[in-house]
């Protein structure tokens, strides 16, 4: 099973809620990250988790907040978001932490509004 | 020097044709180039990768060409079909340093009957 799951699959917010986003995988996967992919763009990467750690941070403004409960799991906390924050937002895993030449399998995404 | 250069942005071809799709690179510290294919709503998944030590690599309809020295690397789809039509992206890593994966902008394939 090479599957990255993702909830929700929509997702509407207005700039005061707080919501979370959930990325599950039961691969025994110990690298989780987290993209955002504006339309027609190439996914951009937000955090890397390695072993459950936070291992890269790509200056993500605050307002994104991860979190890796264990190893099959991967949180992204929203809170005080922006318009411009509307995108794809991917969850992918892959088999080691610390090997950024490992496969990474991908989710289907939320697709996060900000209104 | 992180950065994949892909080329064209977006390709039509005939059903049974031959798409090319081409990346450069500057960094030579990359030694891990994957492809990566995306249709609409679905996240990337993984069609063919090639490491350095190879200049070639071939599943069913897809090639990986690698070219070392010149810093390149291009993706044909054989045959293509109208089921082909997605986002491709390559992209590129590398073990030393352990640099994400750097994709590039994408191409936009459209086959047509």
């Known amino acids: 099973d090479t599957e990255v799951t993702q909830t929700p699959k929509h997702l509407v917010m207005g700039m005061t809620n707080k919501k979370s986003l959930k990325c599950e995988q039961h691969m025994g996967h110990r690298a989780m990250y987290w993209y955002k992919q504006k339309a027609k763009k190439p996914p951009e990467l937000m955090f890397v988790y390695s072993y459950e750690k936070l291992s890269i941070n790509e200056s993500v403004p605050s307002r994104f907040s991860p979190e890796c409960p264990n190893s099959s799991l991967l949180n992204l906390h929203l809170h005080a978001l922006q318009p411009e924050d509307s995108a794809l937002y991917l969850c992918a895993s892959s088999a080691r932490g610390g090997s950024s030449t490992d496969t990474q399998y991908f989710g289907p995404g939320t697709r996060l509004t900000v209104l | 020097q992180q950065q994949v250069k892909q080329s064209p942005q977006s390709l039509i071809v005939q059903k049974g044709g031959i798409s090319i799709i081409n990346c450069a690179y500057e960094?030579?510290?990359?030694?891990?180039f994957p492809w990566y294919q995306q249709f609409p709503g679905k996240g990337p998944a993984l069609l063919i990768a090639?490491?350095?030590?190879?200049s070639e690599k071939k599943e069913g309809r897809f090639t990986i060409s690698f070219n070392k020295s010149a810093k390149q690397f291009s993706l044909h789809i054989m045959d293509s079909q109208p089921g082909d039509s997605a986002t491709y992206f390559c992209a590129a890593s590398s073990r030393s340093g352990n640099t994400p994966l750097v994709f590039g902008k994408g191409t936009r394939l459209s086959v047509i009957a």
């Open positions: 960094n030579t510290a990359f030694d891990y």
């Open positions: 090639i490491r350095p030590d190879v």
